[in-house]
DNA sequence: GACGGCCGTTCCGTAAACGGAACGGACGCA
DNA sequence: TGCGTCCGTTCCGTTTACGGAACGGCCGTC
C-alpha cells in the first residue's frame, strides 16, 4: 500500500539512495546543536552524558541507546521522532513522502505523510482504488494537486482534498519548494 | 509556545502522569506484535536478533540500541516513531496530543501532532495570538471542534479548519475514540 | 500421563556502548 | 612566543546490551 502511493513517473531530481533503516541521527543531531550555538562539550555536560559518547553518536560511530538519545533531545527541547527523520521514506522520484504514521481502525487505513517537493518539479501518480482520498495541507510554497487534467492549488496555510481513483499530479510551483503534510485515506476494499 | 496549545481546561479523565522521557517503548512494540499474532520467537528470528534481547526490550528491562529498534520496527513494517510513541505528549488533559513534526520557515512555524481523545470527553482550550489557525483531520470517531460558542463537526475523513484567536474545544462524541491530526499554524507574531 | 513442540524468561560469555581522562589543535591574550 | 582555555577526538577500563543455550510452563496428540 505504501509503495502504491507516489512511487511513479517522477519527472526531476532522483535524489541519491540512502539507505532505509540507517538514518543519520548522527547529522541532525549535529545540525540540532550548531542551530543552538552550543558546544558539543556543553551539551554532553548539560545532558549527563559523556563527550566521548556524543561524539561517537554525531559522527555514526556508535549505535546509541535509547536512553542517550532520550538524554540529547530532551536537552536539545526536540521530539526524538524530529531527531530521527524517521521512516520509509519514498524515493528515486520528485516528491519525497516520510510516513509518519499509519492508523487503522476496522473500516478504513489512514497514512501520514511528511511531503517535501523540490520547486518546479512534478510528479504524477497512477489512480487508486475506489473510495482511496488525500487531504494535503501545504506548509510552505505554492502547490498544485489533484486529478491530471484538473488540478487544484494552495498556499500556506490551506487545505486540498480529492478523490485519487484518477490519475493526478504534485506540483510545486514557484521558487520555493513545498512542505505539506498528505494523508491518505483507504476504505477497506 | 507548544504548552500554550491544549494544556488547559480538561473536564476528564486526567490520564496518570507517565515519565515523560520514559515512554514504554516496549508495551508498544508487544501491542504491535500481538496485533500481527506473531509469537515473540518469531518476531525476534524474522528480526534476526535474539528472543533475550526483544523479550528485555518488551518488559522493558533493558534499553535497547537504536539497531535493535529498526531491526524490530522494520520487521513490524511500522516507522520507529510509531512505537516510540514519543515526542512531547501534553498530558492530564482530556486530550492526548503527540507532537509529531515541526516545520518553521521564515514567516510561520507549523506544528503538527497526532490527537487521541478519549470517547465522551471535552477539551477547552484558550484563545491563541491572532493569526493562529488550526487544522485537523478526523481518522476515526465523530469530533466537534472549533470555536467555543459555535463549534463545527467531522467525522472520519473529514477535515475542519478554524481561527483560533478565541477559546476553542475539542469534543469526542458518540462512543468512540476520536483519532485524528492537528496542523497548529502560528504566524510570526 | 508421557512426550514433543512451542511459548516466554533466565543464565551466561562476548561484544560494544558507556563515562572519565588524556590528547592535539585552534584561538585569545599578555 | 609562551600560556590558559576551550574545542572535538581518541584511549581505556567498566558497565551492560547482545545472541545462544538452557529452562520451566502450557498445550496438543498418541
Redesign the interface.
Same mark, same amino acid.
Given at each position: 500500500m505504501l509503495h502504491d502511493s507516489l512511487m511513479d513517473s517522477g519527472t526531476q531530481s532522483p535524489r541519491p539512495a540512502q539507505d532505509i !533503516? /540507517?538514518p543519520d541521527?548522527g547529522q541532525r543531531i549535529r545540525r540540532l546543536r550548531k542551530e543552538r550555538g552550543i558546544s558539543l562539550s556543553e551539551l554532553a555536560r548539560r545532558a549527563g552524558i559523556g563527550k566521548a559518547t556524543l561524539s561517537g553518536l554525531e559522527n555514526g560511530t556508535r549505535? #546509541?541507546?535509547?536512553?542517550t538519545?532520550?538524554a540529547v533531545t =530532551?536537552q536539545l527541547g526536540?521530539?526524538?521522532? %524530529?531527531a530521527?527523520g /524517521?521512516? #520509509?521514506t519514498i524515493q528515486g522520484t520528485a516528491v519525497e513522502a516520510v @510516513? @509518519?504514521?499509519?492508523?487503522e481502525?476496522e =473500516?478504513?487505513t489512514?497514512e %501520514?505523510y511528511?511531503l517535501t517537493i523540490p520547486a518546479g518539479s512534478t510528479q504524477v501518480s497512477p489512480a487508486h482504488h475506489e473510495g482511496v482520498?488525500e &487531504?494535503i /495541507?501545504v506548509? =510552505?510554497g505554492v502547490l498544485s494537486a489533484g486529478p491530471q487534467d484538473a488540478p487544484l492549488r494552495a498556499g =500556506? !496555510?490551506e &487545505?486540498l482534498?480529492w478523490r485519487s481513483d484518477v490519475p493526478h499530479i504534485y506540483s510545486a510551483i514557484g521558487a520555493q519548494d513545498v &512542505?505539506a503534510?498528505l @494523508?491518505i485515506?483507504y476504505p477497506r476494499h
Open positions: !533503516g /540507517t541521527v549505535n #546509541p541507546t535509547l536512553e538519545l532520550w =530532551a526536540v521530539p526524538l521522532t %524530529l530521527l /524517521t521512516g #520509509p @510516513l @509518519l504514521q499509519v492508523f481502525d =473500516a478504513v489512514y %501520514l511528511r482520498t &487531504h /495541507t506548509f =510552505a =500556506a !496555510g &487545505h482534498t &512542505h503534510s @494523508l485515506r
